[in-house]
């Protein structure tokens, strides 16, 4: 054990490795790695701000592909536990340092919370990515719940750092109108996040920054937002810098376009269809030639609620109060899809209701409004431009 210890800890000695420190809303991560591609693809699918420079408040990480030590008879008596969705590890712990064998990756995940570190290994380079990416930002976010973020379901994108927060339930339309946005601004506008955001209130603002994770689109989306179908060809993965080809999970574009299956359907079915193509956000920015953001200042809130039958777009201002009971019903308080496998010190209840009472409170100058459309995405998302430009409408 002694051994073990002082290889972890000698592991973060200065050493020969590449390195890329992210600070991104109230979580600081350094991750070095002596594998220049680990780091260009955390780096790519997790598009969280890269600064130089160090802070004593920084987590490390080490990602290491070469090493010699045998792991697996650390783990002969170590219980075994879900970590995130399929996945299960083999968990112990000695001295401040909690060891994780993830069975799916076999990576070996050694954790000290003590001392903020934490160290990946496994030679299986694929995998190491895996790993390596799945802890930095459960490190982020973590960090930045506990200290003051509040975790909200929503899609987002920013333009001219105006940020538009697409805010619904499950098949309300926020991804069809977050892609629909960006293909209409281009260049123009920074896409954040798809489904989750970390909200932090400061200042009299609301400032929202990235959960980077797929975006899932179906086919009823896909029919109506025709720019965006002709981009899903089986040489995006690669022309996004080629990510998605290491994740896990991932279904890849063949040859014959996506949902080529269902085209002859009758399009509520296919509005309804429970499969969806998954792509990173890199995938985003190139299909929808757009920009990767990291945050923003949130300027507008739309409830969306788009169905194909809709002949006209109405749109109606919502008040205050709706507006936070509506928030409140879209805090994601309980993160069944991301537990805290690691083991990090998390926000305490009281702590948790006082940011969203603070996030509330920032509300107040922040223009929110309810979008009713069809199939017409196009006459959806003119609206919404001509809101934030702070033109006067009328219902339609």
Request: charged share 20%.
């Amino acid at each position: 054990m002694k051994e073990l210890i002082a290889l972890l800890d000698n592991s973060f000695l200065p050493a020969n490795r590449f390195r890329l420190r992210f600070n991104h809303c109230k979580g600081k991560v350094a991750i070095e790695s002596d594998n220049v591609n680990i780091l260009v693809h955390i780096k790519a699918y997790l598009h969280y701000q890269v600064e130089e420079g160090e802070s004593s408040q920084d987590w490390r990480i080490q990602a290491i592909s070469h090493y010699q030590f045998d792991f697996k008879e650390l783990f002969q008596e170590a219980e075994k536990r879900k970590m995130e969705y399929d996945d299960y590890g083999l968990f112990t712990s000695f001295g401040n340092w909690q060891g994780i064998w993830n069975q799916r990756t076999q990576g070996f995940i050694f954790i000290n919370i003590v001392e903020k570190k934490a160290a990946i290994y496994n030679s299986d380079v694929r995998a190491l990515f895996i790993d390596a990416y799945k802890s930095v930002r459960q490190i982020i976010t973590s960090e930045s719940i506990l200290h003051g973020a509040v975790p909200v379901h929503c899609s987002c994108l920013s333009i001219g750092g105006q940020g538009i927060m697409f805010m619904g339930d499950k098949g309300s339309g926020k991804t069809t109108l977050v892609t629909a946005s960006l293909l209409t601004q281009g260049r123009l506008a920074n896409y954040l996040a798809n489904d989750r955001m970390l909200a932090y209130p400061e200042e009299g603002r609301v400032d929202l920054y990235s959960w980077p994770t797929v975006l899932g689109i179906g086919p009823g989306a896909m029919h109506h937002l025709t720019a965006f179908a002709q981009e899903m060809r089986f040489d995006l993965h690669d022309r996004a810098g080629g990510t998605a080809k290491l994740l896990y999970d991932q279904e890849l574009i063949g040859e014959k376009p996506p949902f080529d299956e269902v085209s002859q359907l009758p399009v509520d079915e296919q509005w309804g269809w429970p499969k969806k193509l998954w792509i990173t956000p890199m995938e985003v920015a190139t299909a929808c030639n757009t920009n990767l953001g990291t945050s923003t200042k949130l300027s507008m809130i739309v409830f969306p609620t788009l169905r194909p039958d809709t002949k006209t777009v109405t749109v109606e201002r919502v008040s205050l109060e709706e507006c936070k009971e509506i928030l409140s019903q879209n805090l994601l308080l309980d993160l069944p899809f991301y537990p805290n496998w690691m083991g990090l010190p998390f926000v305490s209840k009281e702590d948790f209701d006082e940011a969203v009472a603070a996030l509330g409170n920032t509300l107040n100058d922040v223009p929110a409004y309810r979008i009713s459309g069809g199939a017409d995405t196009e006459s959806v998302v003119k609206q919404v431009f001509s809101l934030l430009e702070g033109l006067e409408l009328t219902n339609q």
